[in-house]
């Protein structure tokens, strides 16, 4: 049997995050009612000139040095020509020959071996500047299609992967690192279900130790992680299958289809000369001053790798629970600020990253909209920490004091749940269920020690949970031998 490799290039685009559009002063606002964002420059009226947006210039350039590339001081845009209802100009503003970025890299992890990191670094092609197209509703109902504007003309950064990925899990990881980068600069949301942060995905297969690379074909409409994994596993089985059959790969872009999880043909591929490239006599090219690019390299934050490794040396934290707490912007600073209230490092990431991560998942919101803040966790941290109460009640307290944003200590006074660590009342508790259960008893001491934890249980249920479980163990012990 031949073995088979993958090899996976993406192209993704990120939505940059500016109040006005690339080439005129429309809003960027998402969610507006249907071509209410739209002037005579962005629907592509005749005679109109358009006007670049400096930020943009800014946001792509420190994209390219925040992965590593080359920030080419002087760029062009080119116009894109192809027919389509969504762009009423009847072609799209991009960058072709001589992009704004170029030849960088990033790392990705690809898990653990003996403790140490295993990296791979993918190589990107080129980052550039474009705008984006319109967006078609069609209505089956009706039997007809409606075209909204309000996107058209929204700028985006295309980033153009080298083809060095090998599997989907490694484009995954690709993709997370890229959105984490993007969102750690504050220049894009990230938010793929709004289409701010897409890919496509070029695929292909060829017999291992060959260097010609196969047939590839793009995939399109991967609006989710999941989708970007799940589209490439059946793609490559679906080329395999072709090939071990004695069929041809075709060149074309298809479609994933996430309900039937498959891919289907949508067109024949198109190639660069298909758009007919030509630079764009509206707009001049883009010189930067090398004092600008100085500037911006210098405005760069902490970036997600960095911070992961700070997040090692100075907190004590596993690789894997590095890599998850700086894998989120938001996450990250509500770490930090956890522990700046309580230094604690190893115990505050436990409680993010279990009871804290699961709560703001279910609750759909944002970090930045949760009403429970670091300090609070901190607070109850250090409550469990000091036998205030026990690390049950925590928990079991936590959904509560989460969803309505509540002071821990208030709570738990409120409720009358604050740990019992007094011995006498413990005493008298613990010898109530030894009397309690005679049978119990002489099993233990005949040495059925199991039996602590039912013990145990009978002691909480009557304390309601309130019971210091290290002084209840210690005094069992102590009476029974």
């Known amino acids: 049997m031949v073995q088979f490799e993958t090899v996976i290039g993406l ?3 990120a939505q940059l995050k500016t109040k006005s559009k690339i080439f005129c002063g429309c809003s960027t606002e998402f969610g507006k009612g249907p071509n209410e964002n739209v002037c005579e420059v962005c629907s592509g009226m005749p005679g109109v000139l358009p006007v670049l947006n400096e930020k943009v210039v800014e946001y792509a350039s420190k994209m390219g040095l925040a992965t590593n590339c080359t920030v080419n001081p002087k760029s062009v845009f080119a116009r ?10 009847g072609y799209q503003i991009s960058q072709y020959e001589l992009p704004i970025c170029e030849h960088g890299h990033i790392d990705i992890v690809l898990g653990s071996d003996t403790d140490e990191p295993v990296t791979k670094r993918i190589g990107l092609t080129r980052i550039h500047i474009e705008e984006d197209a319109g967006k078609n509703i069609h209505s089956a109902a009706e039997n007809a299609s409606y075209v909204d504007l309000n996107r058209t003309g929204v700028p985006l950064i295309e980033i153009v992967s080298e083809p060095d990925m090998r599997s989907a899990e490694e484009a995954v990881a690709y993709l997370k690192n890229l959105r984490s980068i993007l969102l750690y600069l504050g220049i894009c949301d990230g938010n793929m279900e709004e289409g701010s942060f897409r890919c496509d ?3 292909s297969v060829r017999p291992v130790g060959q260097d010609e690379f196969g047939t590839r074909a793009e995939l399109k409409n991967l609006n989710s992680f999941r989708h970007v994994q799940k589209a490439i596993q059946y793609e490559v089985g679906r080329q395999i299958d ?7 790969v075709v060149q074309e872009t298809r479609l994933y289809d996430a309900s039937k999880n498959t891919t289907h043909s949508m067109r024949g591929k198109e ?3 298909d758009y007919r490239y030509f630079p764009d006599p509206d707009l001049v090219p883009i010189v930067l001053d090398d004092d600008w690019i100085a500037d911006w390299q210098m405005q760069l934050p902490e970036l997600p790798v960095e911070r992961k490794q700070r997040f090692e040396d100075e907190y004590g934290l596993s690789i894997q629970d590095a890599e998850f707490l700086t894998s989120e912007k938001d996450l990250a600073d509500y770490y930090e600020a956890a522990v ?3 230094n604690e490092p190893k115990k505050i990431a436990n409680w993010v990253m279990g009871d804290f991560v699961r709560e703001i998942n279910q609750s759909g919101k944002l970090i930045a909209e949760c009403a429970f803040k670091p300090e609070m966790l901190a607070k109850l941290v250090q409550m469990v920490d000091k036998d205030q109460i026990s690390n049950k009640i925590g928990k079991d307290i936590f959904p509560e004091v989460f969803a309505e944003g509540l002071d821990p200590e208030k709570h738990v006074k409120d409720k009358g749940l604050v740990q019992i660590s ?3 009342a413990l005493e008298s508790v613990v010898d109530e269920v030894l009397a309690e259960n005679p049978d119990e008893v002489e099993a233990f001491k005949g040495g059925k020690k199991k039996l602590m934890s039912f013990f145990m249980g009978q002691i909480m249920r009557k304390t309601k949970g309130q019971a210091n479980p290290g002084m209840v163990s210690k005094l069992i012990q102590e009476k029974l031998g």
């Open 340 to 342: 700046e209230a309580y």
């Open 11 to 13: 192209e993704v685009h």
């Open 80 to 89: 894109k020509n192809y027919f389509y209802p969504d762009l009423p100009k």
């Open 422 to 424: 007094d011995t006498s």
């Open 201 to 203: 995905a070029n695929v």
């Open 271 to 273: 190639e660069a000369h």
């Open 242 to 248: 072709l090939i071990e059959d004695g069929e041809e």
